[in-house]
């Protein structure tokens, strides 16, 4: 079974830099589409970036284009997500996740939550402004 880790959250003041780390079981990195989301306290899970299945297309939610960047190391089976320019409305709890079920498209990225179906349990990231 496909297990999820998120690390690297943290307190960091406005205009500074975080890389969350997603540790993977298996080879899920290299094997599946996966994504970051992003959750703000009383508001609802929404999508930040996606990583397609192979040949490593990108997406990214319009409000972190240009200031974040998703990536995977399949050696280490881990995916990223480099966050520059934090802004104080990035604070949320991170989650990462993976589309392990099919139908499979290799070149697809997935933008929407009922898209996955893997998910791991979140790492805290606060910005002070």
């Known amino acids: 079974q496909v297990q999820l880790v998120e690390s690297g959250g943290g307190l960091v003041q406005a205009g500074e830099s975080l890389r969350l780390s997603c540790a993977t079981s298996?080879?899920?990195?290299?094997?599946?589409?996966m994504g970051w989301f992003h959750q703000a306290p009383g508001k609802e899970r929404e999508f930040v970036a996606a990583?397609?299945?192979?040949?490593?297309?990108?997406y990214y939610a319009d409000s972190v284009k240009g200031r974040f960047t998703i990536s995977r190391d399949t050696t280490k089976n881990t995916l990223f997500l480099q966050m520059n320019s934090l802004k104080p409305e990035d604070t949320a709890v991170y989650f990462c996740?993976?589309?392990?079920?099919?139908?499979?498209?290799?070149?697809?990225?997935?933008?929407?939550?009922?898209?996955?179906?893997?998910w791991g349990q979140g790492t805290q990231v606060t910005i002070s402004s």
């Open positions: 996740a993976a589309k392990t079920r099919g139908p499979f498209v290799s070149t697809a990225y997935y933008i929407t939550a009922n898209d996955y179906d893997t």
């Open positions: 990583i397609s299945r192979y040949f490593s297309r990108t």
């Open positions: 298996e080879r899920t990195v290299n094997t599946y589409a």
